[in-house]
């Protein structure tokens, strides 16, 4: 009996191993995609050694290889008559649960390979929500910052122009990430409409509520987020009341994740943008950020101008310096290392739970881990927005809205139920606590099983 257990193992060993060293040669200069892949396939194999069949049907080697990417070249004119070229991305990756869904990022450090780690993410993510969505995600190395609105626009339009070809409300879902707000998917959203001659809504998420968009779609990932770490914290008898929180960022999830950790009874001590962080020790006054960031679309550095009690510190790593109890880090991939994992540790941090994609290298992850740190890994902490993106999809399939009230507490559902799925798969392939293997597990199986059912191709 022991010696099955133990050739099992090495046999999923083995086939892991031999799928990551052929996709290392693949992709040798893509760091961020293999740093992906390689999280994923340590936790997957308990699974391979329970469940030959996926070996005997190669679904690590079918689930890693995208289903297609497709790069295109933006050319637009900016306000000085100069024509720019941008290169745009869709990585359509897996559709066996349903349509490729995944945002469109701009950022200038968009590549192939962050495409990819988050295409992939992707994936496992939407299978945990539950609900009929594959895995994509997209975007351009075009840089938003300092543009004005009439050059976004005419970004948008022509990224649209040939991006209209490969999508559709039951092929492909873009919907928004980092750069990408409502003003830059209604811009999207019109250029789609005007080429396609139809009203079909269920194209893109994160529209403007009341133009197709879902209320409490802005607001989802961010309060996921919280109600992902209140289950989390249930679990060890606690709640966020007068707990200390740090957030990282103050875009979309960073604000919404205040928001609703205040809303809970916490006290959020900082946040930051790619510049610098703000320190508050007397709690973020958040009425005040959303001025900053979302109606004036200032640097975070001017919070300082109106509150005594804040100082600004230039620098992004700096911000895990501070003594909390929760640390929320929402801003981007690798801004904690193991580094800032063990100054985290030492302060006597409770639980990090993931807003952005990756924000905790590998090696920090295995310090939270090994330090006994309650961990949400993003690919479920994180998952409420692509979750209520599909809701959106929902209320456009059935020409319909529902209220803030309906569409908060459907996220709500989604969020204990991602966060029991990971527990439970945690514990049943023996790894109670260990969400990051859970949410893992959890993701691939579902994908792998209809993998296998629907044949090969
Ligand atoms: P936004 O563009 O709204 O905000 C991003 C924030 O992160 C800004 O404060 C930005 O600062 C900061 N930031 C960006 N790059 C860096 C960097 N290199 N170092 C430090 N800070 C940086 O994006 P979102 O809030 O939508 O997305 C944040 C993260 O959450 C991303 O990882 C995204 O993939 C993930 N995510 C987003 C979802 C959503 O629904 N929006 C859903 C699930 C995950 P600055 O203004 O200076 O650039």
Same mark, same amino acid.
């Given at each position: ?12 060993? $083995? ?18 995609? +293999?740093?992906?892949?390689? $999280? ?60 490729? %869904? ?6 200038? !450090? ?7 780690? #988050? ?8 299978? +945990? ?8 995600? &997209? ?23 040939? #991006? ?23 811009? =999207?959203? &019109? ?6 001659? /139809? ?20 607001? /989802? ?11 989390? =914290? ?9 707990? !200390? ?13 205040? $928001? ?5 009874? /916490?006290?959020?001590? *900082? @946040? ?20 900053? %960031? ?7 550095? !001017? ?7 804040? !100082?600004?510190?230039?620098? @992004?790593? &700096? ?8 640390? +929320?880090? @929402? ?14 540790? *030492? ?35 994180? *998952? ?28 709500? &559902? ?10 439970? *798969? ?32």
């Amino acid at each position: 009996m022991t010696t099955q257990v133990v050739s099992n193992t090495q046999y999923a060993k $083995e086939y892991i191993d031999g799928v990551f060293e052929a996709l290392k040669e693949k992709n040798a200069h893509q760091p961020e995609f +293999l740093q992906a892949a390689e $999280e994923i396939f340590l936790s997957l194999v308990p699974v391979f050694e329970q469940n030959p069949a996926y070996i005997k049907h190669n679904v690590l080697a079918r689930i890693v290889e995208p289903d297609r990417i497709i790069s295109f070249r933006v050319s637009w004119q900016d306000d000085n008559n100069k024509v720019q070229v941008n290169r745009g991305y869709r990585v359509q990756y897996n559709n066996v649960i349903g349509p490729y %869904k995944g945002g469109l990022r701009f950022h200038p !450090t968009v590549n192939e390979s962050i495409m990819k780690f #988050l295409a992939f993410e992707q994936i496992f993510k939407n299978a +945990l929500t539950g609900q009929p969505i594959g895995g994509g995600k &997209g975007g351009s190395d075009f840089n938003p910052k300092g543009k004005s609105n009439s050059e976004i626009m005419r970004f948008c339009q022509a990224f649209m122009t040939e #991006l209209y070809r490969h999508i559709g409300p039951d092929v492909d879902v873009p919907a928004g990430d980092i750069g990408v707000g409502a003003r830059e998917v209604g811009f =999207l959203w &019109g250029q789609y409409k005007r080429i396609r001659g /139809a009203y079909e809504a269920g194209v893109l998420t994160g529209k403007t509520p009341g133009y197709g968009g879902s209320l409490a779609r802005k607001e /989802a990932t961010g309060y996921g987020l919280v109600y992902f770490v209140e289950e989390m =914290l249930r679990e060890a008898n606690q709640t966020f009341f007068e707990k !200390t929180v740090v957030v990282s960022g103050s875009g979309n999830v960073a604000i919404y994740a205040i $928001e609703k950790a205040q809303h809970f009874g /916490a006290r959020v001590l *900082a @946040c930051s943008d790619s510049a610098g962080y703000i320190h508050d020790p007397e709690g973020i006054d958040i009425k005040l950020v959303k001025e900053i %960031k979302e109606i004036n679309g200032d640097r975070i550095n !001017t919070y300082v101008e109106y509150r005594p009690t804040a !100082t600004y510190h230039e620098g @992004c790593t &700096g911000i895990w310096s501070i003594p909390c109890d929760i640390a +929320l880090p @929402c801003a981007t991939q690798n801004e904690i290392d193991g580094d800032s994992a063990r100054t985290l540790i *030492a302060n006597g941090t409770q639980v990090v739970a993931e807003g952005a994609n990756m924000p905790s290298n590998l090696e920090a992850i295995n310090e939270f881990l090994n330090a006994g740190v309650l961990f949400g890994p993003g690919k479920a902490a994180n *998952a409420g927005g692509v979750a209520v993106s599909a809701l959106e999809m929902a209320q456009n399939s059935g020409r319909t809205y529902w209220s803030f009230q309906e569409v908060d507490e459907k996220l709500h &559902g989604i969020m204990k139920s991602i966060y029991a799925q990971s527990s439970e *798969a945690a514990k049943k392939y023996g790894y109670a606590g260990n969400l990051v293997v859970g949410s893992n597990i959890a993701g691939f199986v579902k994908v792998a099983d209809g993998l296998i059912s629907e044949g090969v191709y």
